[in-house]
């Protein structure tokens, strides 16, 4: 493999820097609101935070926007040890903190974004009373920072879950659905406490006049995503890097969709300075694929004769069937497309995690 240790390790905490570049060109003239503002972020050292944080970062480098971040984590260390230009940036400011007791920072801010939650490997067997307290409870400390501080937007990244299991009937979740978990369903929890943020966020800002604005991410791929962390397509590029094979768990037959992560980092920032208030967006790729083929797509993405194994493990049949979100909302108001096909966003992954082989273990929120 080509280049220096050196310069895979260097890789294994920077994007490449045509998905920065092409991140800013998109949203240039949203950025300049930006300027010379201090903004808020929790949740910023997971894999969405890692995007916009890096892609603000190039921003502010390429339009000389003069911004100051205060970035919320759980172990400023652990940061700085892996992400040390993300750290250590002039404009970056770490905080220390649980998302659910942080003390709050000095001044006045003017935006903040809140993506603080529970690590995607809890999902395996989330404790509802953790996603709760983590989610709920950091969200209302998060309301009464931004109250405090004077902010006039905040966007709060949330999830497709809240839509619950997508009914068989329906092609794509829309915003205004009417779906929504089952409370005695396992796995209900991570859905249910989003709905509840959601419902927090807009009665604040109904109370003191910010801009709310929710922002609900399907599934992506891209650089910085996590392969041990239960997600399949993470999974599927896993095992073709490690194993020589790809493993599918069930019969291969759950539709999902992907967005590239560039295209996700243009979304949301679209959505944090151009949504509007009280209306969420959700976020992703509107075309659907298999699982099975999700897999061979996998495979193929990596040039060699990687072979595709389908367990059909049936206790995993028909669970999760679709969800596939319904973007047109994001597509009128906002002028939003997807800009890189699922094939790309694969080929692109797999380049970047072949040039940082260790960045597998960066793992989640720290």
């Known amino acids: 493999m080509p280049g220096s240790e050196d310069q895979h390790a260097a ?3 920077r994007l490449f820097p045509s998905d920065l570049e092409e991140v800013v060109r998109q949203n240039a003239s949203l950025f300049e609101e930006l300027r010379e503002t ?5 949740g910023g050292t997971g894999f969405v935070g890692r995007w916009l944080l890096e892609s603000l970062l190039w ?3 390429c339009l000389g926007l003069d911004v100051q971040v205060v970035l919320l984590t759980r172990d400023p260390r652990a940061f700085r040890r892996r992400f040390p230009h993300l750290a250590t940036a002039p404009a970056v400011q770490l905080l220390p903190g649980d998302v659910r007791t942080f003390d709050f920072p000095n001044g006045k801010f003017d935006q903040a974004i809140h993506l603080a939650a529970e690590t995607n490997t809890q999902l395996r067997d989330p404790d509802p009373e953790v996603y709760f307290d983590v989610t709920v409870g950091g969200t209302r400390h998060v309301l ?5 501080a004077g902010a006039r937007s905040l966007m709060f990244v949330s999830s497709g879950a809240v839509y619950g299991s997508q009914p068989e009937t329906v092609e794509r979740l829309q915003e205004d659905d009417p779906y929504g978990p089952v409370p005695t369903r396992r796995g209900a929890a991570y859905g249910e406490t989003k709905r509840c943020a959601e419902m927090l966020m807009y009665a604040r800002s109904e109370r003191c006049g910010f801009k709310a604005t929710v922002a ?3 599934a992506f791929v891209g650089p910085y995503l996590p392969l041990d962390s239960g997600f399949a397509v993470g999974n599927f590029i896993r095992d073709a890097l490690t194993a020589g094979e790809i493993v599918v768990r069930g019969d291969g037959t ?3 969709t992907y967005m590239y992560a560039g295209d996700m980092a243009t979304w949301l920032w679209a959505v944090a300075l151009a949504g509007r208030t009280g209306r969420p967006y959700n976020v992703g790729s509107d075309e659907a694929v298999t699982m099975a083929d999700l897999a061979r797509l996998v495979a193929a993405a990596t040039g060699e004769s990687i072979p595709v194994r389908i367990l059909g493990d049936q206790s995993r049949v028909g669970v999760g069937t ?7 909302r994001a597509r009128t108001e906002l002028g939003l497309n997807v800009t ?3 094939e790309e966003a694969l080929t692109r992954t797999l380049k970047w995690h072949r040039q940082a082989p260790h960045a597998r273990q960066n793992g989640e929120p720290q």
């Open 322 to 328: 679709s969800y596939i979100p319904d973007v047109a």
């Open 11 to 13: 890789m294994a905490g």
């Open 216 to 218: 609900r991410c399907f």
């Open 254 to 256: 759950p539709r999902r």
């Open 340 to 342: 890189v096909g699922l």
């Open 38 to 42: 201090r903004i808020f972020i929790t």
């Open 59 to 61: 921003a502010d480098a």
């Open 144 to 148: 009464d920072f931004v109250e405090r």
